[in-house]
């Protein structure tokens, strides 16, 4: 497999023309615009700044992507309105609002209801996904059901068994920590959340892009899933790290220990990656490109 790190800003990337491969599956997560401590980014843009800095993103992954080809868009759920019309206006096909409910504790509001959920907006270059494999998952059953599922029940657009890596002790192990036991990065998306995105809407070999790559999670998994993939991170720092975290792949980020979480899904070995039902830890070809 191949994985590719720009450290460098994203639209200047773009611009440039930086990528070479065209892309089957985007995942955006970028910063909120929250007012967040970020070294090279500023998180407090006015709305019409920010914005705009999403419709050119959107734009130019929509260029780079292949007919058929996909991008999950994640944001608070308040901007659902302006994600929509982001991807509306950049030529994406909208096909489902996802609803990632949290599984820690609602954030309270005094004036209105709490805050228990994130949106991922799923869309397709296209009004089709050439790519879409339907997973089957085995939640616990319901109380008032009164028999056993047979085998499971078809993933929906509402995600509730998946986990964010809260502060403190919940992280657990997953959450990537200084030498001085706190948090590299307290916005790490967790791994699960990235192999069922990636088991959707990708084949092995296929090619993902992270142009907020983070901690380098879309990388981690993708690479360990059989796809090729590119980041791009601004921060040197976080860039340094997304290479050691995948040419040294932690017990913690191993994933195949989610597998039987899709036990149920129809061919579900060629899906995952023959490969990896073993667990490859075998050194994948990697380039780290630092900008000028």
Known sequence: MIYQIINNDCLDVFQNKSINHRIDLTFLDPPFNQNKEYAYHD??????????MMTDVCKSVFDLTNNGGSIYFMQREKNTEYVLTCLRKTGWSFQNLIIWKKKTSAVPVAS????????????????????????????????????????????????????ELTSGYFAGDEAIRT???????KQQTPLALLIRIILCSTKVDDWILDPFAGTGTTLCVAHQLRRNS??????????????????????????????KDYSCTENLSDIWGNESETQSKTKPIQQLIFKN
Do not use: C
Request: aromatic share 14%; no cysteine; glycine share 6%.
């Open 230 to 259: 590119i980041g791009i991170e601004i921060d040197p720092s976080n860039a340094e790290l997304i290479k050691k975290r995948i040419d040294d792949i932690r017990e913690a980020d191993l994933v195949q220990k989610y597998y």
């Open 112 to 163: 209105k209801y709490g805050k228990h959920y994130q949106i991922i907006a799923y869309a397709t270059k296209g009004e089709k996904a050439k790519t879409f494999n339907r997973l089957r998952i085995e939640p616990p059953l319901p109380p008032n059901y009164k028999y056993q599922r047979e085998n499971g029940v078809f993933l929906t657009d509402v995600w509730d068994d998946i986990r």
């Open 43 to 52: 998180d407090n843009m006015s709305e019409e700044h920010y914005w705009t």
């Open 179 to 185: 030498e001085n036991g706190e948090r590299f990065h």
